[in-house]
């Protein structure tokens, strides 16, 4: 029988499997931030263990680097602490970093990809849930916790469970692809499968609306893979990829011959069968707008937002999470979503700070003002991605626009540096998170689009984006 | 392993309740748990003793990777976390660390034990006793790794077995 992609890399990385046993897996790229490492490198210390493979681990600040003026002194004393502690580490231990000088710094699952570090075939982990965004050029990506960070620091390998395969198939082509984007796909993906659809299982996206897409489209849609409860998510290498990762700073060298080898083992055997399927038709999604506080509450653009009882088909505590979702959020159900009012706008995260987002997102705001009760920012995903788009001149259309124009990092998506919501402020997000607080205590979360957002930025409220000529 | 039971009836508690991003950057464990649930419930600090236990449903621990989550709870007092599912990152970090038991229960249990029930648990027999209300409940037996795991007391002290 034929196997699965997932299967095929899955064994081919295979140091230890015995019947009834876990896996000892070996990972390929270890992707190290200043968040989740500090108590990984102490227990290396601890235990008088070096890093196995240094030249295979990678480090960035990312977490809660400010995005402001970087000439400046941190002035979180204790982000200061764990920026320096990252920068101890990695030279105490001869690890590769790209510090907050460096062109290169940027959101870990930003720069991997671009630097040509995340390769196709490989096993990649990185202690940070958003991890499966480098799934979408075919790596088997996985986001781990502190102790297991410690773990391939020490021995290069994990203890792993065989996860099961779950395939999501998305057909059709979208009438209007400036308007209805890959994030909308997998807004509508989780909408469907639900926050825990995906537990257990690694999904591998297949179907002519995952192909259509560009390199930095499947790497939002792998990238909320997390949302959905999956492992990882996985895309099939295809030309797109061998041509996003060919002359990249740490592409290798034998280029050439991988691919060659890539383009016969990486891809699904068409007698292979998988775990769970779930079918998504994109000829008729609208852009989607969440209302609730996980990111299985979402829905239309053109719709109100439902009912608890309409959201939770009987399930007791799904109605009780969408009441005190609605009370959270200070909504009410039959409320147009476009009759919600924002009062701040971040375009930024590993979901959507990519080029092209940004591009996008300058389409719509190009010659006009974010509304005056808005404030807006653009955090790119890197620094390589500030200075691609400002030799474009995107940085003045956001300026022009009054959007702040901010340094690399991950910033207003989980709040750990100054950039954060004040209680009962309402933003429209490009992240991939609307949980209670993610965004600072009491700050309300709208997960869009990057055209969504800034369409919603100029207006002040959403607005259905498919009504603008984005071409 | 015996204890009392805070409930929270809810699906999907994140890990962003559980210890939000600004706490990140506290190394001190202590005062890390001090911040525990703390968006979810402010008084979830005077209901939890040492060696109590959280119910809830589904999807439990979901979103973020940070093994600050259990840590936290941990730190807190809580030994176990029993609930209808698990978030993977969230069940593996709690076991790796050996911070906490993640206690996957049916319907049954979800539905019998109340707020504040007294239970007992042995995870060898996997069974749940309410000795509130006199009544005992399957607990999901541990695959076999994360068994070997938490007898092991952590990832770092698992050791295969030898041929």
């Keep these: 029988m034929g196997k699965t992609l997932f299967e095929k890399i899955w064994e081919s990385h295979i140091v230890v499997e015995k019947q009834n046993e876990p896996a000892l897996i070996y990972i390929d790229r270890h992707l190290v931030h200043e968040v989740t490492s500090p108590q990984a490198f102490d227990g290396l210390r601890m235990n008088d263990r070096e890093v196995r493979r240094p030249d295979l681990t990678i480090a960035t600040m990312d977490h809660n680097v400010p995005t402001s003026d970087r000439s400046l002194p941190i002035l979180d004393q204790t982000s200061a602490v764990q920026i320096k502690t990252l920068e101890n580490n990695c030279k105490d231990f001869g690890i590769k970093l790209f510090d907050i000088n460096s062109p290169n710094q940027g959101i870990v699952h930003v720069i991997g990809p671009q630097l040509g570090i995340t390769l196709p075939g490989t096993t990649i982990v990185c202690g940070d849930s958003h991890t499966s965004t480098h799934g979408a050029f075919g790596a088997l990506a996985l986001g781990i916790g502190t102790s297991e960070v410690e773990h391939v620091l020490a021995s290069q390998t994990l203890w792993l469970e065989k996860p099961k395969t779950f395939e999501v198939r998305v057909e059709g082509k979208r009438k209007n692809p400036h308007a209805v984007t890959a994030k909308d796909i997998i807004l509508s993906i989780i909408k469907n499968i639900g926050t825990a659809g995906g537990t257990g299982t690694v999904i591998e996206y297949r179907g002519e609306g995952i192909t259509d897409l560009s390199m930095e489209q499947r790497m939002t849609i792998c990238n909320m893979s997390i949302e959905g409860g999956a492992r990882a998510g996985l895309i099939a290498p295809d030309q797109k990829t061998f041509d996003y990762l060919r002359n990249r700073e740490y592409t290798p060298q034998n280029y050439d011959s991988l691919v060659d080898n890539w383009k016969v083992n990486l891809q699904t055997d068409s007698d292979a069968t998988f775990d769970k399927t779930f079918v998504l038709d994109i000829n008729d999604i609208a852009p989607q707008v969440s209302w609730g506080t996980n990111p299985g509450m979402t829905c239309d653009v053109n719709e109100s937002i439902p009912s608890p009882d309409e959201f939770s088909n009987g399930d007791a505590n799904q109605k009780k999470g969408a009441e005190k979702a609605l009370e959270y959020m200070a909504l009410e159900s039959g409320t147009l979503i476009e009759d919600i009012e924002i009062d701040r706008v971040f375009i930024g995260s590993c979901t959507n700070a990519r080029l092209e987002d940004l591009i996008e997102a300058s389409k719509v705001i190009q010659g006009q003002k974010v509304a005056s009760n808005v404030s807006a920012m653009v955090v790119p995903g890197s620094q390589m991605v500030k200075k691609q788009a400002e030799e474009m001149g995107l940085h003045k259309i956001f300026i022009d626009a009054n959007f702040e124009w901010r340094e690399a990092g991950c910033s207003m998506c989980l709040g750990m540096n100054p950039d954060i919501l004040s209680p009962g402020e309402r933003c429209a997000s490009t992240s991939n998170r609307n949980f209670e607080g993610r965004q600072g205590n009491g700050g309300r979360t709208h997960l869009v689009s990057p055209v969504m957002a800034a369409a919603a930025a100029i207006n002040g409220h959403f607005v259905d984006v498919r009504k603008l000529d984005l071409n | ?163």
Aim: aromatic residues 10%; proline residues 4%.
């Design chain 2, 1 to 163: 392993m015996k204890g009392n039971v805070v409930k929270y009836a809810r699906d999907n508690i994140d890990t962003d309740v559980i210890i939000p991003g600004q706490y990140l950057k506290v190394h001190d464990y202590a005062e890390l748990a001090t911040h525990a649930m703390e968006g979810l419930d402010p008084d979830f600090h005077s209901k939890i003793k040492e060696g109590d236990f959280i119910l809830s449903g589904k999807n439990f621990g979901c979103g973020s990777s940070r093994e600050h989550a259990p840590i936290a709870l941990s730190h807190s007092g809580v030994k176990a976390i029993l609930a209808l599912s698990f978030a993977r990152i969230f069940y593996r970090n709690s076991v790796d660390g050996a911070f906490l038991l993640p206690i996957e229960i049916d319907q049954d249990a979800y539905d019998g034990i109340s707020e504040g029930d007294e239970i007992n648990i042995d995870i060898s027999t996997n069974e749940i006793k309410n000795l509130t209300k006199n009544q005992t409940y399957k607990m999901k037996p541990f695959s076999e790794i994360i068994g070997k795991i938490i007898a092991a007391g952590g990832l770092f002290k698992y050791k295969p077995d030898q041929d």
